[in-house]
Every structure is written in C-alpha cells, then in structure tokens.
C-alpha cells in the first residue's frame, strides 16, 4: 500500500513447471486486492483506537461534518448537554444556543475558522432541561491532505461551577477589603482622637502650678507637665 512493503504472497509451483503468465497476473492482482484488505483493517484499528480514546476521555467532543451536521459526540459530551448521541448525531450544535452569548462570539468563531485556525472562547448553551450552562470549548478545522475542509472538531468543559466559585470568592474578597478599610478607617479615626485628647489634657495640666507626672509598673515615667520639667530642668524627651 502506497509502496509499503505489508507482506510477501508466495505461489508454489512443482519443479519444472513452465511460467504461467495468467497465473502471475493473478497473484499480482490478488497481492494488490490482499494489501488493500490488510491495509483497511490496519486503518480500521486505528480508528476503533482513536474512537475508544475519544469515547473515554473526560473532555466532552464534538466532531461535525463541513455542512455543521454532528457525526459523532462522546459519552462526556452527552452528560454535559443532557441529550443522547441519537438525539444529536445529525443535528446542528445551535441545538445547544441559549441566546445569552453574544452575536459577535459567534462572529468570531467563524472568521477564525475561515481564517484555517483553531478558535478557543466561551459560549452559553442551554441543556435539554432548559438549564443554562457555560463551557470552554477549543473548535478546530480538520482538512484533509490535500487541504480540502472535511470536519470541524469541538472539545469543551463546562466551567459553569469554576465561573461560580470565582464569582463567590471574588465577592468574599471584595466584602474583606471593605471591612478592611471600614476597620482601618476606625483604627485611623480613633488614633486621631487619642492625639486630641492627649493634646487636651498636656494643655490642661501644663496651666497647673502643681507638679504633675505619670510613671508606669517600671518606674518609667510616661508624662509629665510643664511645671514638673521645669522643676527638674528636664525636656519632654529626656
């Protein structure tokens, strides 16, 4: 097959047998019919092996044909969307639209598939049960060898819950930055207050004749008034 050596057909003849070109012309023909089976069976290996590597995977996959027309979806794919592969297969995916994901996503998933490339976004669609869902999906062109468009090939993941968790611990963290600043604030405005009163009784005592002096457990000395300074002939700092 394609000059691939796959096997040698041997024809036994007695010794002394002349060549017989009608019986060479059929092992010939026979060899090309026998490789071409061996060959078929070969590929049809790979696809069963491609086919249970797909079926199993745990990403859900969508391969549709160039008319957008589903020829095949996996077990994880039919989970996610709640509908069976008899119930797809044959159907266009916007079977799935929700009508909540916005027109230009769309737009741009065409023109990047236009374009030959693989687009990569995240869609709305809406299960069998009418519940909404988001998935993140990888859509792909699949062209043949000799560039022709044969298939377009979907993998998605439903990211609904991912979506809601980080919707839940960004509200956590905007509710902790809030009661954050709420407290600093308080902090802030108590300090000032603290500063103002100690600014008012400094003032206070300071206009008393008498001395007047604060020391704390170990007799170190944490205020002190201007008479009481005076007396001793000390600074405020000393």
Known sequence: AHGQVLGVLVLHMRAGSPRDPYQEAFLGAAADILATFIERKRMEEVLHRFALVLEQTTSAVCITNERV???FVNAAFTRMTG??????IGRNPRLLRSGETPTATFADLWS????GASWHG??????????LFVVSQVVTPIRQSG???????????D???KQRDAAVLARYRNQLEDMVEERTSEIEEAHRRMVAQEHFIRTVTDNIPDLVSYWDAGLRCRFANAPF?????????E
């Not at 990047?112 to 374009?115: D, E, G, I, P, S």
Request: avoid cysteine.
């Open 112 to 115: 990047t598939l236009a374009a």
């Open 159 to 161: 990211v609904t819950e």
């Open 83 to 88: 509908y069976g592969a008899d119930e797809l």
């Open 122 to 131: 995240e869609v709305i669609n809406r299960r069998k049960d009418g519940s």
């Open 229 to 237: 300074l005076a007396w001793f002939g000390k600074k405020p700092t």
């Open 69 to 71: 027309e589903i020829e």
């Open 147 to 157: 560039g022709r468009l044969s298939h377009y090939a979907a993998i998605s993941e």
